[in-house]
């Protein structure tokens, strides 16, 4: 076991005085403490906690881990985000921030929600809530060549003691450094079984169902329909590594993770939902795939499936919004293996407004479900044979109601003990090919799965 860095001893007397008169009186809401600490940058590992949160934009180098769970606020169900809003806008009226030195840290909380807001936690996504917003006991964020470390405690009537409240953090702590230290096995991994769902044959089928109700229907003009294939190791795919490799063959991508309980979420995805700063909303209008040496964009693709998702999100901001703008031609968003057609969308938010009101607006953007919204949910729901979880729905950070930025989760995969789960999907409009929209998804299942120790 590797031995615990001495300024560790030092951070713990600091803390103790620090903590002490606060966690000794009678308070309520959430107390944080955030020093700058001499951490290199690492990904969780599988033994890092049974609660982790992982979040990096290599390209601005921008990096967060969260262990444990201070505080949690969980929703469900039609109005998830209102409520969710409220619950947060309550806590954070009341959370006590003290920042030691230097240290001045953006992120404070981890942002998740499943794609169907009516969908119950169930299966390999029994661990992970439908919507929730998470306080990690621990906080990690590097950006600018610095660390900053951020404890957190929820405050209560029957809170311990300030001394078991410190000793927790430095005991999460040192429990957390040793298992980066250690890390994980690199050995190759082998395949003992294989299932995709729906088969090749019936994945067609339901895409040529969909395109005829598009062509002969009168409402329904896209949706986006998806699969999933089940791997079977003899051991649990190694985390950390993996989100290092996605980190390094997919610079322009957020890298995600999220553990609840025995089952991890791990994804690169290159779709925005949005970033809040200063004032400025930022989302991506993503969809269309390209094989990696397109040159110029199709037309047809262009036109029935990129452009109702770049009117959808400016559609779903106006309302939000002062100024919403958008490119007038997609640009070709280059990735190992294919190409995806993007268009940027930039508003300026009203003051009324915050991100939960967005959320509420934007979710499901035309790239993850369809249009019109409730055809599309209404076909999904009727056709997948499967739960999506957090596939397509998203996963980001937040500081405070004006700064934030969470991502679409797609090209992911849900490891549960020595099996993981890949998602992938396509857009169907009334001109996909069947047997190109299965070939789409296969090449999306690549991104995680050629990147798993060989």
């Known amino acids: 076991m590797p031995p615990t860095p001495v300024w560790v001893g030092r951070l713990a007397l600091e803390l103790r005085r620090l903590a002490a008169p606060l966690l000794g009186g009678r308070r309520d809401g959430l107390l944080s403490f955030t020093f700058e600490v001499p951490i290199g940058p690492f990904a969780p590992s599988a033994a890092a906690a049974r609660r982790?949160?992982?979040?990096?934009?290599?390209?601005?180098?921008?990096?967060?881990?969260?262990?444990?769970?201070a505080f949690s606020a969980r929703e469900r169900g039609e109005g998830r985000f209102a409520r969710l809003g409220r619950q947060v806008r309550r806590l954070q009226e009341q959370w006590t921030h003290i920042n030691q030195g230097r240290a001045d840290p953006l992120a404070r909380?981890?942002?998740?929600?499943?794609?169907?807001?009516?969908?119950?936690?169930?299966?390999?996504?029994?661990?992970?809530?439908?919507?929730?917003?998470?306080?990690?006991?621990?906080?990690?964020?590097?950006?600018?060549?610095?660390?900053?470390?951020?404890?957190?405690?929820?405050?209560?009537?029957?809170?311990?003691?300030?001394?078991?409240?410190?000793?927790?953090w430095i005991s999460q702590l040192r429990r957390l450094l040793e298992a980066s230290a250690e890390g994980e096995p690199g050995e190759p991994l082998r395949l003992l079984n294989r299932r995709e769902s729906p088969g090749a044959e019936r994945w067609k089928a339901e895409v040529a169902a969909a395109v005829t109700a598009i062509?002969?229907?009168?409402?329904?003009?896209?949706?986006?329909?998806?699969?999933t294939l089940e791997l079977g190791f003899q051991a649990p795919p190694p985390?950390?590594?993996?989100?290092?490799?996605?980190?390094?063959?997919?610079?322009?991508?957020?890298?995600?993770?999220?553990?609840f309980g025995e089952n991890a979420l791990v994804a690169a995805t290159p779709e925005r939902l949005l970033a809040l700063r200063r004032g400025e909303v930022f989302s991506d209008a993503i969809a269309g795939t390209l094989p990696d040496d397109a040159v110029v964009a199709d037309e047809g693709m262009r036109w029935h499936e990129h452009q109702p998702v770049v009117e959808g999100i400016r559609a779903?901001?106006?309302?939000?919004?002062?100024?919403?703008?958008?490119?007038?031609?997609?640009?070709?968003?280059?990735?190992?293996?294919?190409?995806?057609?993007?268009?940027?969308?930039?508003a300026r938010l009203r003051r009324d407004a915050d991100l939960f009101f967005l959320l509420d607006a934007l979710h499901p953007t035309p790239a993850v479900?369809?249009?019109?919204?409730?055809?599309?949910?209404?076909?999904?729901?009727?056709?997948?044979?499967?739960?999506?979880?957090?596939?397509?729905?998203?996963?980001?950070?937040m500081a405070d109601l004006g700064r934030?930025?969470?991502?679409?989760?797609?090209?992911?995969?849900?490891?549960?003990?020595?099996?993981?789960?890949?998602?992938?999907?396509?857009?169907?409009?009334?001109?996909?090919?069947?047997?190109?929209?299965?070939?789409?998804?296969?090449?999306?299942?690549?991104?995680?799965?050629d990147r798993l120790p060989q």
């Open 109 to 168: 909380a981890f942002l998740g929600f499943a794609f169907d807001p009516e969908e119950r936690p169930e299966g390999a996504w029994r661990t992970f809530p439908n919507a929730a917003w998470v306080v990690p006991t621990l906080l990690l964020e590097w950006r600018e060549d610095r660390c900053t470390l951020t404890f957190t405690h929820h405050c209560g009537r029957r809170s311990p003691t300030a001394g078991q409240v410190v000793d927790g």
């Open 316 to 346: 779903a901001l106006g309302p939000w919004c002062e100024e919403v703008d958008a490119a007038a031609r997609p640009r070709l968003l280059r990735m190992p293996a294919f190409s995806h057609l993007a268009t940027p969308v930039r």
């Open 404 to 449: 934030a930025e969470l991502s679409v989760v797609l090209r992911c995969g849900l490891v549960e003990g020595a099996h993981l789960t890949l998602f992938a999907g396509a857009g169907i409009t009334e001109v996909s090919d069947p047997r190109a929209e299965l070939g789409e998804t296969d090449l999306k299942f690549r991104t995680l799965l």
């Open 215 to 227: 062509r002969e229907g009168e409402r329904l003009r896209k949706v986006v329909l998806s699969r």
């Open 52 to 69: 982790w949160f992982y979040w990096h934009r290599p390209e601005s180098d921008h990096r967060l881990l969260g262990v444990g769970e």
């Open 239 to 259: 985390i950390g590594p993996l989100l290092q490799a996605l980190a390094r063959d997919f610079p322009g991508c957020a890298t995600l993770g999220a553990r």
């Open 369 to 397: 479900g369809g249009v019109p919204r409730e055809e599309a949910m209404a076909w999904i729901r009727g056709c997948e044979g499967h739960r999506r979880g957090w596939y397509t729905g998203a996963f980001g950070w």
